[in-house]
Nanobody
Framework: QVQLVESGGGLVQAGGSLRLSCVAS????????MGWFRQALGKERELVAS????????NYADSVKGRFTTSRDNAKNTVYLQMNSLKPEDTAVYYC??????????????????WGQGTQVTVSS
């Protein structure tokens, strides 16, 4: 089982930026497609971005396309989510996730099997 620890959340004004990081351990990181989910209060969990094992491919939810970018550094066992032009509706707990090892590039919520503890992102208007 892979262990995931997120960091980088916080309070930011609308239009601002944050970068989330997630460090993985317990499994060879380069064999895992990774993703970022978020869950706002009273809403269902949403997959906002995913990235292939190599980092060559990424996929984004329509709600964040053009504003969020995910990347990874396999040498550091770390995946990132750069969030720009933040909006109040981006307020949520953000979770890093690892896909089942058979996926080179997971783009479906059902492909993921491990999540971190989450980090709060709050965007004020």
């Amino acid at each position: 089982q892979v262990q995931l620890v997120e960091s980088g959340g916080g309070l930011v004004q609308a239009g601002g930026s944050l970068r989330l990081s997630c460090v993985a351990s317990g499994r060879t990181f380069s064999t895992l497609s990774m993703g970022w989910f978020r869950q706002a209060l009273g809403k269902e969990r949403e997959l906002v971005a995913s990235i292939s094992r190599s980092g060559d491919y990424a996929n984004y939810a329509d709600s964040v396309k053009g504003r969020f970018t995910t990347s990874r550094d396999n040498a550091k066992n770390t995946v990132y989510l750069q969030m720009n032009s933040l909006k109040p509706e981006d307020t949520a707990v953000y979770y890093c996730a690892a896909a089942r090892p058979l996926y080179d590039f997971a783009a479906s919520e059902l492909a993921f099997e491990s999540w971190g503890q989450g980090t709060q992102v709050t965007v004020s208007s």
